[in-house]
């Protein structure tokens, strides 16, 4: 098993540290989705949209496929949306409901 650095994990946790980064996640829960529509669905550029998917696909939280002229981003962690409802779970005090 590889151990994987404290400073990786801190790295890899700030990659979901920003609003638009989590609906993205959020909007990538319900299936993989091309970026023009990522875009359309939030109040942001192109180039602001490409940076979080970036950094998120660095992070290991995404992952891309190009088909066509289109490229197609997807949740690389299927337990990414559990986790965001265990989060859920701890901000309204029901830590030991969380789903876990």
Not at 10 to 28: D, F, G, M
Not at 64 to 90: H, N, R, S, W
């Amino acid at each position: 098993m590889t151990t994987v650095s404290t400073a990786r994990q801190v790295e890899i946790i700030k990659a979901l540290a920003h609003p638009v980064r989590l609906e993205i996640v959020q909007s990538l829960s319900q299936g993989p989705r091309c970026v023009s529509d990522i875009v359309a669905s939030f109040d942001c550029d192109m180039s602001t949209i490409s940076k979080h998917l970036t950094l998120m696909r660095k992070a290991g939280w995404v992952s891309c496929e190009k088909k066509g002229l289109q490229v197609y981003y997807e949740l690389a962690c299927d337990c990414l949306p559990t986790f965001l409802t265990c989060i859920a779970a701890i901000d309204r005090g029901a830590s030991d409901s969380c789903g876990c």
